[in-house]
């Protein structure tokens, strides 16, 4: 089992270090991708070391994507490399977490028409333009798909984001 | 199953809001005390609101104790009612969770001797000298006791932290 996270500079440090660690204690392999390599610092001011590149990812060696919040994701939907990624996994059912503005992503790979997810309130209105069924609610589960809206949803996304790897998805 | 976090201004904000948030995705219920109520912030800026202050605090109502490290021990060992807690909780044999410098709120109350331990390396002459048997490991557990060093013991930490609670202690 082998996760990854993609994010950027200015990513919101919770909602990548909480799933990074969560993700580590069930003994799952968990890779940090962002543009290039070297080491992306969060809003807060946490350092993370980055394992692959963008353009270096096979999304085929991966079980799950996680997509934190904070500013990356407005950086990360301007990169083809990264849109891709959500987009082959999203297209293949493959098991998909965003939390906050993390579903920016998703938005931008047009993946989310008539799919029930969440974000933070300042992504709601998007979210709904694209397509999606926006719910107001601390997690949403629908079919690969896990949202959550922010840090204080945390417990209910992992939670949701771990069932979702025991059931295997698609 | 209730827990409570003690710490103060200045903690590792992510050795307290990583058991947080796991705790809560356990359905634990966790409360969060330091000498006052308000709120605390972190060494990175993230605030937490205080739901007791520590001369609140009836230690029997609580199956676990949790003590994050940063900044905030050091102010911690000089309060009494914190100390007293952790001394409550060593000698009834009911679970305690410390990392980095949290235990060092465990060494002012003496309750270390003949135990082993771990703790982030600035804190490891003081650990022995209260009689303590450090290793220098991911994580120690000896009994009712989990110890780590620093945030990237924190998946090590929280499993054996949940699996101390799953077992019972004593």
């Known amino acids: 089992m082998k996760a990854i996270i993609i994010s950027a500079d200015g990513f919101e440090d919770i909602e990548l270090l909480v799933p ?16 290039g390599k070297g080491k992306i610092i969060g809003k807060h001011g946490y350092e993370v070391a980055v394992d692959k590149a963008l353009h270096e990812i096979d999304p085929d060696n991966y079980d799950l994507l996680v997509l934190p919040g904070g500013r990356a994701p407005e950086a990360l939907r301007k990169e083809g490399d990264a849109v891709g990624i959500a987009q082959y996994f999203m297209r293949r059912n493959k098991p998909v977490a965003a939390i906050c503005h993390g579903p920016q992503v998703l938005i931008t790979g047009g993946v989310l028409r008539g799919r029930h997810a969440t974000s933070c309130r300042s992504v709601a209105g998007e979210l709904k333009e694209s397509g999606a069924f926006y719910e107001d609610s601390e997690v949403v589960v629908d079919g690969n798909l896990v949202t959550s809206r922010q840090p204080s ?3 209910a996304f992992m939670r949701e984001m771990l069932r979702l790897l025991e059931k295997g998805s698609g």
Chains 1, 2 share one sequence.
């Open 20 to 35: 990074y660690y969560r993700l580590k204690e069930e003994k799952i392999e968990v890779d940090i991708a962002s543009v």
């Open 153 to 155: 949803d945390l417990p």
